[in-house]
């Protein structure tokens, strides 16, 4: 899933953008979502609530926060969005490259430049890897993989503890939990062979083991898990293995 914000004092413009990328993921296959924001202030309190994107539509003038303070601001937070800038004028080149944007579109915006803008985005984007994305209440969350200590299941609900938050019960951030499977996020995860499956209800995050026993493991956030009896054999090889490869 793609997630996308558009942000621009102007309806049609917001309108417009939308259309084109919706129609553009139907045609390519791209399963996206698109948050629309009419100016900078609330696209940063969005984003601090906990909304990631891989991509940001911004304009650049906007009333109370235009488009190059929003994107500081994104960059300061150390988010790594791609931003394509909206209503380019020379006078704001220096300043627009020192939030290092993607791309730059005019108004009116010419649709094949719009595409061409987008592909290049979205190449970038598809060669990140290392992030976990889920939604939950119709809102979508990107976490790096590093971040991850390890995934708990609870009946339907799936709860994310990172280095930055360890809560596990039902009164967590919404962003720390999503309604899912475990064993279809360890499939997801595949690629990811520092992801260890250890019991029917955690898999867990080689990179943050603290300490492992035959029957326990400790991991970094302080949190001891039991490695079930059926997963003992499989995750005394996969830990070996996984430690040959960092020495």
């Known amino acids: 899933m793609l997630s996308i914000a558009i942000c621009d004092d102007n309806t049609a413009t917001t309108t417009a953008i939308e ?4 129609k553009m993921g ?15 202030s609330t696209l940063l309190q969005h984003i601090c609530q906990g909304f990631c994107y891989d991509l940001i539509y911004l304009d650049i003038e ?11 601001q ?19 080149i220096k300043d627009l490259f020192s939030t290092e944007p993607i791309g730059f579109l ?11 803008v987008f592909e ?35 009946n339907r609900v799936v709860y994310v503890h990172t280095i ?37 209800s955690y898999l867990i995050n080689f990179d943050h083991i603290e300490y ?11 949190k001891k898990l039991k490695i079930s009896e059926d997963h003992r054999k499989n995750v005394q090889i996969q830990f070996c293995s996984l430690a040959d490869l960092e020495r």
Not at 19 to 22: A, E, F
Request: with cysteine; net charge positive; proline share 2%.
């Open 164 to 200: 930055k938050n360890t809560a596990c019960s039902l009164s967590s951030s919404d962003k720390l939990k999503f309604y899912g499977k475990i064993n279809d996020i360890e499939k997801g995860l595949s690629d990811h062979n520092t992801f260890i499956r250890i019991h029917q």
């Open 26 to 40: 139907d045609a390519q296959n791209i399963r996206l979502n698109c948050d629309v924001f009419f100016d900078g």
């Open 74 to 92: 994104i960059r300061k937070m150390d988010i790594p969005a791609l931003i394509v800038y909206i209503t380019c004028h020379e006078k704001y």
């Open 19 to 22: 259309n084109m990328l919706y």
């Open 106 to 116: 005019d108004k009116p915006i010419n649709e094949k430049d719009f595409y061409k």
């Open 120 to 154: 290049t985005a979205y190449n970038r984007i598809r060669q990140r890897s290392g992030y976990f994305t889920f939604s939950y209440n119709k809102s979508y969350t990107k976490i790096p993989l590093k971040n991850i200590c390890y995934f708990e299941s609870d």
């Open 62 to 72: 906007m009333k109370n926060v235009n488009g190059i303070s929003a994107a500081r």
């Open 212 to 222: 492992m026993s035959y029957t326990t493991v400790l991991m970094s956030n302080g």
